[in-house]
Nanobody, 119 residues
Framework: QVQLVESGGGLVQAGGFLRLSCAAS????????MGWYRQAPGKQRELVAA???????NYAGSVKGRFTISRDNAKNTVYLQMSSLKPEDTAVYYC?????????????WGQGTQVTVSS
């Protein structure tokens, strides 16, 4: 089992920035890819960014150039640096992890952290 705990959410004005953190514990050796999802009210959960154990990254088109995902393997932590935030970035952000890079579904999820961007 893997436990994921997010932190760093909050209220920020449009154009501002936030950094989310996700600390992993448990059987972390089994994890290949970690990602950040978000879910806005009335919308489906969407993948925002992901990073593999080798450092390869991918981003949703809506955040490319504004968000950066990174991971510190020594600290078992993944970060999502968000800048130039827009009101449409408002959502609950979830950290997720999966054991196999080609798997479609993520195996483990955090509890989520709220990000609210005011206009």
């Amino acid at each position: 089992q893997v436990q994921l705990v997010e932190s760093g959410g909050g209220l920020v004005q449009a154009g501002g920035f936030l950094r989310l953190s996700c600390a992993a514990s448990g059987s972390i050796f089994s994890i290949n890819t970690m990602g950040w999802y978000r879910q806005a009210p009335g919308k489906q959960r969407e993948l925002v960014a992901a990073i593999t154990s080798g450092g390869s990254t991918n981003y949703a088109g809506s955040v490319k150039g504004r968000f950066t995902i990174s991971r510190d393997n020594a600290k078992n932590t993944v970060y999502l640096q968000m800048s130039s935030l827009k009101p449409e970035d408002t959502a609950v952000y979830y950290c997720a992890a999966k054991r196999h890079v080609l798997a479609v579904q993520y195996d483990y999820w955090g509890q989520g952290t709220q990000v609210t961007v005011s206009s």
